[in-house]
T-cell receptor
Framework: DQQVKQNSPSLSVQEGRISILNCDYT??????FLWYKKYPAEGPTFLIS?????DKNEDGRFTVFLNKSAKHLSLHIVPSQPGDSAVYFCAASARQGAQKLVFGQGTRLTINP | DVKVTQSSRYLVKRTGEKVFLECVQDMDHENMFWYRQDPGLGLRLIYF???????EKGDIPEGYSVSREKKERFSLILESASTNQTSMYLCASLKSGANVLTFGAGSRLTVL
């Protein structure tokens, strides 16, 4: 029972273009969402988060959008750079600061020069 | 500047062996976690601990146990390793009330 789903295992984008990574969730109790980025042979690192009281959060080239009615969030990277090539995990929790996070399966993003 | 350290990056064990995976954090975080990462399945929580000697089961605790005798150290134990426990194991820590997990670099375990 996958409560957080990333339906695209991989995504390939040209350098300079926009990368859009998608995430769907089923548990209506989730109200805090995070994106993590993982390079090979390293642990995941935090990228950006959003609370359910917002529908958008921006940090430099990274923007996360939340559509609560659709139980969908997306991560936009503009412009995409080769260093953005990594696996991206979406995660959700029932409240901000909750100990338990539920992660999606991950999407491998490849930025082509 | 390493904050969560997993001492074994790569291990190869035989079926039935007892395996210890060690994790140490230097940030004085109350909460520590063990996840496993498998292709197509993402990160799944095995166990977590919110205080010394306290532990709670995550989503996939079967076949695993944990130990937290000191605040900075959280150990994952495979009593009798099996081939389906071949995976990448990730340790993480979290300050109570905070939102962001800090992960270690991972321990890749292969069980033959």
């Amino acid at each position: 029972d996958q409560q957080v789903k990333q339906n695209s295992p991989s995504l390939s984008v040209q350098e300079g273009r926009i990368s859009i990574l998608n995430c769907d969730y089923t548990n209506s109790m989730f109200d805090y969402f995070l994106w993590y980025k993982k390079y090979p042979a390293e642990g995941p690192t935090f990228l950006i988060s959003i609370s359910s009281i917002k529908d958008k959060n921006e940090d430099g080239r990274f923007t996360v959008f939340l559509n609560k009615s659709a139980k969908h969030l997306s991560l936009h990277i503009v412009p995409s750079q080769p260093g953005d090539s990594a696996v991206y995990f979406c995660a959700a929790s029932a409240r901000q600061g909750a100990q338990k996070l539920v992660f999606g399966q991950g999407t491998r993003l490849t930025i082509n020069p | 500047d390493v904050k969560v350290t997993q001492s074994s990056r790569y291990l190869v064990k035989r079926t039935g062996e007892k395996v210890f995976l060690e994790c140490v954090q230097d940030m004085d975080h109350e909460n520590m976690f063990w996840y496993r990462q498998d292709p197509g399945l993402g990160l799944r929580l095995i166990y977590f601990s919110y205080d010394v000697k306290m532990k709670e089961k995550g989503d996939i605790p079967e076949g695993y146990s944990v130990s937290r005798e000191k605040k900075e150290r959280f150990s994952l134990i495979l009593e009798s390793a099996s081939t389906n426990q071949t995976s990448m194991y990730l340790c993480a820590s979290l300050k109570s009330g905070a939102n962001v997990l800090t992960f270690g670099a991972g321990s890749r375990l292969t069980v033959l």
